[in-house]
Nanobody, 120 residues
Framework: QVQLVESGGGLVQAGGSLRLSCAASGSVFSINRMGWYRQAPGKQRELVAL???????NYADSLKGRFTISRDNAKNTVYLQMNSLKPEDTAVYYC??????????????WGHGTQVTVSS
């Protein structure tokens, strides 16, 4: 099992910045992708950004240029730097971790979520 602890959410004014962190513990070997999804009220959960163990990044197209994902493999921690925040970025942000055991087999883990609220 992998346990995920998220931090860094909160209330910020439009145009401001926040940095989310997610630390993984437990059975952290074989962790491949780490990243973030978000879910706004009344909407489906959507991809924000992912990063692989070797540093390849994948962003939602609408967020490129404002959000930056990074990770510290030694600390099993993934970060999301969010700049120029907009009210529409308001959502619960969920940490995601993938443990990959083989080409065909992987397990996904989710954090409990951290609220990000952007006021106009």
């Amino acid at each position: 099992q992998v346990q995920l602890v998220e931090s860094g959410g909160g209330l910020v004014q439009a145009g401001g910045s926040l940095r989310l962190s997610c630390a993984a513990s437990g059975s952290v070997f074989s962790i491949n992708r780490m990243g973030w999804y978000r879910q706004a009220p009344g909407k489906q959960r959507e991809l924000v950004a992912l990063i692989t163990s070797d540093g390849r990044r994948n962003y939602a197209d609408s967020l490129k240029g404002r959000f930056t994902i990074s990770r510290d493999n030694a600390k099993n921690t993934v970060y999301l730097q969010m700049n120029s925040l907009k009210p529409e970025d308001t959502a619960v942000y969920y940490c995601y971790v993938e443990r990959r055991y083989s080409t065909d087999y992987s397990t996904d883990y989710w954090g409990h979520g951290t609220q990000v609220t952007v006021s106009s």
